[in-house]
């Protein structure tokens, strides 16, 4: 029976979990943060001319929608409504909060509300797959994590295999970051004869689609799996030491680069980072670590099993794991599932003797405070990215008023590398314009006749009648 006190310190770290992730999307809709694919995509809001059920009918028939027409639909019905105020858009980070709701929803029906509690705080500050925190259009992602974890309810709890069939679909039909945790669900099934009908249901139902119903229903049907790559031994070894670095050396060096922006903390900043270190410390403090021994250790064995195959689709496409850029826009269930292995190592530890207790608590405590720093720091450099691009397209309107250019291409170099790598205003190399599309969107919001005058980055293309070299 929990105490009074005890219920209040849940409730506290609760609602300051929620008041930082809402805090933090706020700060990136009020500074107008918009980089990489999200460009493109806030640009072609202005050229809508359709009515809402063409628009829509179209989007999804592109080869980049085809595949995921779930988030596909929801992200078409935001574009189109922004046409009318480019504001909407950002409707898509409200996603991130969302998938958290459902997140604790469904943990509480497994674990104690403590630990629930402490996990979705570590797992809306971390910084693995932080696109997935702070880009709309990787709404995606977090739709695909809600009807995951809704599937992995309906096995639990509801006991219900088609209806968990049918929501694991709609998370692949999101974004196709969860296939290969089918297997985690197939797991999780008690009984031989219903593992055998789950597979079989679910992978119907999956194959249907990509093979047969997505090509009838769209002329531009694109499937986004490379099965061939699963042969590629040398590509497969690399994923290993992509994904080793990822965690022995570029997550640390993250923690490091954020530290060095700590001036860029303001005061609110630093007050929500000591209440939620406290709040973890309250609610911790008092849970029977012992108690739910056995269950922490199964839920250890199912996330590291979860942990490991997330990195499975890597092997089908041809993406690469990396902690960079808009890059890790693809570890979405890797965030998920580590998140957890670690909460559950760590109470595991707490629950072996007293002395172990007392100094988990304190690392819980101290990590807390440490990761919202570092949150709190890549969300920052999220921001200097965004004024990062506006500069330079202001250096170019200058350029080109100043040269008279009315019409042409233009090459601009500033080395994106170096800045990316070496300024130390970001953290994982925070994307800067890069790629073609990302230029549209830039140019008009610079007074830059986008029509008549294309802007590419030199390191795409260099064939430009004019070329503009800056200088960071």
């Not at 004869?193 to 769209?218: D, E, G, H, N, P």
Request: charged share 15%.
């Amino acid at each position: 029976m929990k105490t009074f006190h005890h219920r209040a310190s849940l409730i506290f770290l609760f609602f300051l979990t929620f008041f930082y992730i809402l805090y933090s999307l706020y700060s990136i809709y009020s500074s107008n943060a918009i980089i990489a694919d999200d460009l493109s995509f806030i640009y072609s809001t202005k050229s809508i001319n359709q009515n809402y059920l063409d628009f829509t009918t179209s989007f999804l028939n592109s080869g980049s929608m085809s595949a995921r027409p779930v988030s596909g639909f929801i992200t078409a019905s935001i574009i189109y409504l922004a046409k009318y105020d480019d504001s909407i858009y950002f409707l898509g980070l409200l996603f991130f909060p969302l998938s958290v709701l459902v997140i604790y929803f469904v943990l509480r029906k497994i674990l104690p509300e403590e630990i629930v509690c402490v996990f979705i705080l570590f797992y809306a500050i971390s910084i693995i797959g932080t696109s997935v925190q702070f880009s709309p259009i990787m709404l995606n992602s977090n739709i695909a994590t809600i009807f995951y974890l809704l599937s992995i309810y309906c096995i639990i709890r509801k006991k219900n295999l088609i209806i968990s069939a049918v929501l694991f679909l709609f998370s692949i039909l999101s974004y196709e970051i969860f296939l290969p945790a089918i297997l985690l669900n197939i797991l999780i099934i008690k009984e031989t004869k219903q593992k055998i009908i789950y597979a079989i249901m679910t992978f119907t139902l999956v194959l249907l689609y990509r093979k047969y119903i997505q090509s009838y229903l769209f002329t531009n049907s694109y499937q986004r799996d490379t099965v061939s790559n699963v042969f590629d031994v040398h590509r497969n070894l690399n994923i290993i030491l992509w994904s080793g670095k990822i965690f022995m050396r570029d997550y640390f060096i993250a923690i490091y680069k954020s530290f060095g922006n700590l001036k860029k903390v303001n005061v609110l900043e630093w007050i929500t980072a000591l209440m939620i270190s406290y709040g973890v410390f309250r609610v911790l403090r008092s849970f029977n670590y012992t108690l739910h021994l056995q269950t922490m250790k199964k839920i250890a064995k199912f996330s590291l099993f979860g942990f490991i195959i997330s990195f499975g689709i890597f092997v089908f496409s041809t993406y690469k794991p990396s902690l960079f850029g808009f890059e890790n826009r693809n570890l979405g269930a890797i965030r998920l599932f580590f998140t957890l292995l670690i909460v559950s190592i760590l109470i595991i530890t707490a629950g072996k003797n007293r002395w172990n207790k007392n100094v988990v608590i304190g690392m819980f405590s101290v990590s807390s405070f440490i990761l919202i720093l570092t949150n709190v720091g890549v969300k920052n450099a999220w921001i200097f990215a965004n004024d990062f691009n506006n500069r330079v397209f202001k250096i170019i309107k200058v350029e080109i008023d100043k040269n008279k250019i009315e019409k042409g291409d233009i090459c601009v170099d500033f080395d994106t590398h170096n800045v990316t790598k070496n300024n130390p205003n970001f953290v994982l190399r925070e994307p800067v314009f890069f790629n073609n599309w990302e230029s549209r969107e830039l140019s008009s919001r610079n007074g830059i006749d986008e029509k008549k005058i294309k802007i590419y980055n030199s390191e795409r293309y260099n064939g430009c009648q004019y070329k503009i070299f800056i200088k960071n």
